[in-house]
């Protein structure tokens, strides 16, 4: 039984890459914290098996990362996947940014990946295989103005998960980074931006890399344009 932990769940893309392992018949332990969303999408997984676990978790604060990832590995053991999905981004100029904006956003975006990770990675080593895929955006190749922090995490992101790949070099274990560009989510909205492609586009890509493409991606950096 594949057994992945995913982050974001609550709606678009981390809802349906939720529904699409759910339908594999995967165990999932979704991270994030209680919510109307999360308890939505906790609603279509109803009728799955196995059930999956919710681990209370508020991204934002280091330790609650910590306790997560022991958590998830507790109630789940080692798992097949790690997908770090969960975003977070407010649109301001660089005036109006708030040093507690700008830190909850590399806190969610870029923080939180490295904590989770860096607790399950012993772990992940023992069993010499395993995914570690992130989430990322096409704004961790260009800058957009009004979403300087968001971009900076997103930057973060990629740098982080390529410093991870060469750790993990001839371990059995791969990472890599998904970067979509306009998807049709709530994070879209206010944005200027047309949607170009769907969530369930972007989960399906994301369990490609998660669960069935050669490990010789790690390191991948995986652009979506759309169409």
Not at 5 to 27: D, F, P
Not at 163 to 189: K, N, Q, W, Y
Request: with cysteine; charged share 20%.
């Amino acid at each position: 039984m594949i057994k992945v932990v995913l982050t974001g769940a609550s709606r678009g893309i981390g809802k349906a890459t939720a529904l699409r392992l759910a339908k594999l018949g995967a165990q999932l332990a979704l991270v994030g914290q209680h919510s109307e969303s999360l308890k939505d999408t906790l609603d279509a997984l109803e009728s799955t098996a196995p059930k999956p676990l919710c681990i209370e978790c508020d991204l934002r604060d280091h330790q609650s990362c910590i306790d997560a990832a022991t958590a998830a590995l507790d109630q789940m053991g080692t798992p097949d996947a790690i997908i770090h999905n969960a975003g977070a981004i407010f649109r301001q100029s660089v005036e109006d940014t708030t040093l507690e904006h700008w830190e909850a956003q590399m806190a969610i975006n870029a923080r939180a990946p490295f904590l989770i990770t860096r607790e399950m990675l012993p772990a992940l080593r023992e069993a010499g295989t395993g995914r570690i895929v992130h989430v990322a955006s096409i704004s961790a190749t260009l800058g957009t103005a009004g979403s300087a922090a968001y971009n900076a995490s997103k930057w973060a992101v990629v740098g982080w998960m390529k410093s991870l790949a060469e750790e993990l070099r001839d371990s059995g274990l791969m990472t890599c980074a998904i970067l979509p560009g306009s998807v049709s989510t709530r994070m879209l909205e206010g944005s200027g931006f047309e949607a170009r492609m769907t969530p369930d586009e972007v989960a399906q890509s994301i369990l490609h890399y998660a669960l069935d493409a050669p490990i010789a991606h790690n390191g991948g950096v995986i652009e979506m344009f759309g169409v």
